[in-house]
């Protein structure tokens, strides 16, 4: 198959080329002539998108998504890779769970499925599971996402025993002694909306921990979905000092703010919670210089009964694999914030590179994972034609450019938009 005429992102440049894929490799990055050629005159080229943060939530809850469903988003959404959260029911803390979502990953057939074990077992925070067992079994990372590990002493030897096994732990930051029951940011939209808010300290507090250890043991750890200008300063500075650290943040916290709660929206309901504009501007910025590395969707599907309740009762998370990109590169590119190859980077190379991932560049030799987008489409967000199971977004009605025409995994068009596929 030969891709032509597009504008192709390699490495940190956009060049005019064709991509010739054979074997489910990109053989060539030339001009090529062939009968299978699909011309791609005014599309864009990525390297293949990967999502290093999702719950797929099977097993055990189903009824919001299975494995096929959030492939079949991830796919629509660009995503050729994702990384899948442990916080199924049975938890992923043991080699059984980790080998079924791999095995029905494989089944689908659609992107690329990586688990995420647990941190400890069950999530309880009190043993380490069996990270080796994890490891064997095709465990790409160790989370404990939903909640922190409390115990420092814990904390420490997981990362120890991670990084034993090659593996780094992804860490949601958060102190539930802080965040105490709160369902949104703690101001003035939390007071005026009379509910319980969650201040920044509850975050920033498990950031400086996990950075102090990581310093200390001289050992690399991952900072999960940050939220404040705070924790962006906290880790900008330990990088300033030489700590082994990553960080993500998430298309609604460069996009939104905690006004979206006037609505009483529950879909604006997500944990860490949308904060100010004083955050909103840390996290571009943090973007922007390399503080945070990667941008991810914590793509968290939940049927319609578990939204539509009172915002205090209503569930955390956001639906996020089919508008990642396109608010991403709306916000970010358009914004004139990041250029395509950075954001390239932020959405494929830098999640490839941290978990140690095949692919994230478009290179002669590499998996032929590839995202075509048409950068100059607009189009609507509308949950309505959502493929996941979750319709839970906040951005419903909200017009963005850039739509996904074909997703490429290992040579194999995916999703194609010009047939009409649903993925």
């Known amino acids: 198959m030969i891709f032509k005429n597009a504008q192709v992102v390699v490495k940190d440049k956009l060049v005019r080329t064709d991509i010739t894929v054979e074997n489910g490799r990109i053989i060539r990055l030339g001009t090529a002539d062939g ?168 975050e920033d507090v498990m950031i400086a921990r996990e950075l102090v250890l990581s310093e200390s043991l001289g050992l690399p750890v991952h900072i999960c979905h940050v939220s404040t200008f705070s924790g962006v300063q906290l880790i900008r500075e330990a990088k300033a000092r030489g700590v082994k650290v990553t960080a993500e943040t998430c298309p609604h916290y460069f996009t939104l703010t905690d006004d979206a709660i006037r609505s009483f929206d529950p879909n604006t309901k997500v944990n860490p919670p949308l904060r100010e504009e004083r955050d909103r501007l840390a996290i571009l910025e943090g973007l922007k210089d390399g503080t945070l590395d990667c941008i991810v969707t914590d793509h968290a599907p939940h049927h319609e009964d578990d939204k539509r309740v009172e915002y205090d009762r209503a569930a955390f998370g956001i639906s996020g694999l089919e508008t990642s990109f396109a608010l991403s590169y709306t916000q970010l590119v358009r914004g004139g914030v990041l250029t395509l190859p950075q954001l390239a980077e932020k959405m494929s190379g830098n999640p490839a590179r941290i978990l140690g991932l095949s692919g994230g560049e478009l290179k002669e030799g590499a998996p032929a994972d590839l995202t075509v987008a048409d950068l100059n489409k607009k189009w609507k967000v509308d949950p309505k034609d959502f493929v996941s199971k979750g319709k839970n977004t906040p951005f419903a009605g909200r017009e963005v450019y850039g739509k996904v025409v074909y997703t490429v995994v290992d040579g194999s068009v995916k999703y194609s938009l010009a047939r009409g596929d649903r993925a």
Not at 73 to 102: E, H, L, W
């Open 35 to 202: 009968e299978d050629a699909v011309d791609c005159t005014g599309l864009t080229i990525f390297p293949g998108l990967i999502d290093m943060h999702v719950h797929l939530r099977e097993p055990g809850a189903e009824r919001k998504e299975d494995i096929l469903s959030g492939c079949r988003a991830a796919v629509r959404g660009g995503f050729t890779q994702v990384c899948c959260m442990p916080n199924t029911d049975p938890v992923a803390d043991n080699k059984v769970v980790v080998s079924y979502i791999r095995q029905r990953a494989e089944e689908v057939g659609l992107c690329k499925v990586h688990p995420i074990g647990a941190i400890t077992k069950g999530q309880r925070g009190e043993e380490l599971a069996a990270i080796g067992g994890m490891k064997a079994a095709g465990a790409v990372a160790l989370s404990e996402d939903g909640k922190s590990v409390l115990s420092s002493k814990l904390m420490a030897n997981a990362m120890r025993y991670a990084s034993d096994f090659g593996l780094k732990c992804l860490c949601h930051c958060e102190d539930p002694s802080l965040s105490d029951g709160g369902c949104v940011h703690e101001g003035y939209n939390a007071t005026i909306a009379g509910l319980k808010g969650i201040p920044r300290a509850a």
